[in-house]
Nanobody, 126 residues
Framework: QVQLVESGGGSVQAGGSLRLSCAASGPIDSRDCMAWFRQAPGKEREGVAS????????SYGDSVRGRFTVSQDNAKNILYLQMNSLKPVDTAMYYCATGPSRFPWCNRNGTFYNIWGQGTQVTVSS
């Protein structure tokens, strides 16, 4: 099965930007969904953004909409998360995941994703 490896995390000041990458070890099935999740210490996992591989349709959590953008490079099997106007509350471990679509759209519920990366840490200081 495909493996996912995230990169691009780091430390940045509030208002800054980072771009996360998620490299898949092989092609992602065009019928699958991919998504970014995050989890801060002591908090529940949060679905940040999802992307339908077959048509590129994206959805975002309320806390990041307008600041984050998810995109894909199908030729390179890479999923990106461009994060702008970062805030200290964005500090978390960020994970990418993939899984088969069960609806005509992709959601941000982690239970629908069965392959996960190891995560990359994002720290935003004030």
């Amino acid at each position: 099965q495909v493996q996912l490896v995230e990169s691009g995390g780091g430390s940045v000041q509030a208002g800054g930007s980072l771009r996360l990458s998620c490299a898949a070890s092989g092609p992602i099935d065009s019928r699958d969904c991919m998504a970014w999740f995050r989890q801060a210490p002591g908090k529940e996992r949060e679905g940040v953004a999802s992307l339908a591989i077959w048509n590129g349709a994206a959805s975002y959590g309320d806390s990041v909409r307008g600041r984050f953008t998810v995109s894909q490079d199908n030729a390179k099997n890479i999923l990106y998360l461009q994060m702008n106007s970062l805030k200290p509350v964005d500090t978390a471990m960020y994970y990418c995941a993939t899984g088969p679509s069960r609806f005509p759209w992709c959601n941000r519920n982690g239970t629908f994703y069965n392959i996960w990366g190891q995560g990359t840490q994002v720290t935003v200081s004030s």
